[in-house]
């Protein structure tokens, strides 16, 4: 591949893979490094859907959602933290992210749910398989076919340790990355989109996580290994600046394996799992939150409760609307089918009337959706109803689990990287979870999926047009300054020179010593 017209993207799951599309999609080339055997990251975890509103598959099922309505939500679970720019972004180009998805890479998102904190059902999702890796997968596997096909315009790099952002300090420009693979240290030279991830998953004694939130070091993780704050601290290095570091969510619904109950690193139970209906219960069997309020909300309803374990429970109906993630916790051992409501009743230890009871009484509010009797939790939302103790269940033992870090490396609503100084560092953007700001104090479900996306493109869009920016700067030079610049010193000097007069080819001349020369032709920005 020539180093021409290349965009580097550091970081394989979806933001990185949407932005190495979108650079395709801009005519430039790309190179992918990721530090794994594999691309797809945390993205491929993802269990609930991608968030968009205005979308082909809403107008089909006739929800009546609108980006205003979405940015409401978001802005109102952002909270202090919320940032306008970045929000506006995130939301007013969720339609069309979906839509990109469905179009070009012919995934299907045909199901809407309605997750915490939304005040209509925008998060999509398909018939099988967890949403994040059927969407991701998708992408990985188009590119994988485009680096094989046309290895000139797509590289894929795996096993590279990227140690240092490629940096001139005279000039303020990133010019590339170094990298290890197999023992040596190699460099690819252009624009730099970061999509590394947070640091969720750092436990060592001078990680990120320790340094901001050492109260939650003790959590256990959804997170991969590889989510250690590696393309944060290589910002800071040369000068990026880091915000909302103490933002770390924590999500109330980590899997807990009735084998290893202690275990550091945990699935994730999709938050999809109580969009269809699914209720939280305590170690007495009673509801004690809004199973649909936002994750910080309910996680900090868990903790004040103190009444665990907690078990997620769903009846038959719910079940089957959600039957792939059931299936696929069930294989695992971390979710329990129960014949009715006594088998149920006899796990948690109490008896079959009490949760008789408790079932009576969430079915009295919501039978027609807490109008007559309003839920004491404020729960407005009410599916797959009533809750029959002769019904069949699906049950997990669910606990709060370290999941997604709202803050990160400072950028843009061009994602473009700011620095300690408030300004743009040239040649350097960031998308995905390494992007602090955009959620803000907490994160909606949902919005990961739809973040990698959007911002991936934002930050795929704006390298390539930094690229087009630098050829079109070469060919104006040219013009500007005449039918032939030099510049000598002593037997040294370099001539640039028009070759057609139009100002989109030029020849560069460089001479030294006794009749030493090389030259070089470019034609908007590639070399010929």
């Known amino acids: 591949m020539s180093q021409n017209n290349v965009v580097v993207v550091v970081g394989g799951g979806l933001s990185g893979l949407s932005a190495a599309h979108t650079v395709l ?5 790309v190179v992918l490094v990721d530090r794994n055997s594999f691309m797809g990251g945390n993205s491929t975890k993802a269990t609930s859907g991608i968030n968009g509103a205005g979308t082909q598959t809403q107008a089909g099922l006739q929800i009546k959602d609108s980006v205003q309505a979405f940015y409401d939500d978001t802005a109102k679970s952002a909270k202090t933290g919320l940032r306008v720019p970045l929000v506006k972004v995130l939301t007013g180009e969720s339609g069309p992210a979906v839509d990109w998805l469905q179009t070009k890479f012919n995934l299907d998102l045909s199901l809407v749910s309605r997750l915490g904190g939304h005040s209509f059902p925008r998060t999509h999702r398909g018939k099988e398989r967890f949403p994040g890796m059927t ?6 596997e188009k590119l994988e076919e485009i680096a094989k096909q046309t290895p000139d315009r797509a590289k894929i790099v795996l096993k590279a340790k990227v140690n240092r ?7 303020g420009l990133v010019e590339g990355v170094e990298y290890e693979k197999a023992g040596a240290n190699q460099q690819v030279r252009g624009p730099v989109i970061l999509a590394t991830g947070g640091y969720a998953a750092d436990f060592s004694e001078d990680s990120l996580l320790r340094k901001y939130r050492p109260d939650l070091m003790h959590l256990p993780t959804t997170n991969g290994d590889h989510c250690v704050g590696d393309g944060i601290k290589m ?7 880091a915000i909302d570091m103490k933002n770390v969510q924590v999500h109330p619904t980590g899997l807990v394996d009735p084998n290893e109950p202690d275990a550091k690193i945990k699935f994730l139970a999709a938050e999809a799992l109580r969009g269809v209906g699914g209720l939280l219960l305590d170690n007495k069997g009673l509801r004690f939150c809004d199973e649909l309020g936002t994750r910080d909300y309910v996680t900090g309803e868990m903790w004040k409760r103190k ?7 769903l009846n038959s109906s719910g079940s089957k609307e959600i039957e792939w993630h059931v299936r696929h916790y069930s294989g695992r051992g971390l979710m329990k089918p129960f014949k009715n409501g006594a088998e149920l009743a006899a796990e948690i230890g109490i008896s079959a009337a009490e949760l008789q ?12 959706q807490g109008k007559t009797n309003p839920d004491p ?11 029959d103790m002769k019904d069949s269940f699906n049950v997990a033992i669910v606990t709060p689990v370290l999941h997604y870090c709202m803050g990160g490396i400072e950028a843009d609503e061009h994602s473009r990287v700011i620095n300690t100084d408030g300004k743009p560092i040239e040649g350097l953007y960031a998308c995905g979870e390494i992007m602090g700001g955009v959620h803000g104090v907490n994160r909606l479900g949902g919005s990961s999926l739809l973040d990698c996306v959007v911002f991936g493109r934002v930050a795929g869009a704006s390298a390539a047009k930094q690229l087009k920016s630098g050829a079109s700067t070469q060919g104006q030079q040219a013009q500007t300054q005449g039918q032939q610049v030099a510049q000598t010193q002593g037997d040294q000097g370099v001539r640039i020179q028009e070759a057609n007069g139009s100002g989109n080819r030029i020849v560069i001349t460089i001479h030294w010593g ?9 034609s908007n920005g590639a070399r010929l």
């Not at 910002?235 to 600046?241: C, K």
């Not at 006794?514 to 470019?522: D, F, G, L, R």
Request: charged letters at 15%; glycine letters at 10%.
């Open 135 to 140: 969407i991701t997968y998708a992408l990985m």
């Open 377 to 387: 939790y404020g729960k407005k939302y009410f599916t797959h109803m009533p809750f």
């Open 235 to 241: 910002s800071q290095a040369i000068g990026g600046n």
């Open 165 to 171: 952002l490629l940096y001139n300090a005279q000039t």
């Open 357 to 368: 009871k408790t079932f009576d009484d969430y079915n009295k509010i919501g039978n027609d």
């Open 307 to 313: 009444a665990g374990p907690y078990r997620l429970v």
């Open 25 to 29: 999609e801009n005519g430039f080339n």
């Open 514 to 522: 006794n009749n030493n020369q090389v030259t070089s032709s470019y």
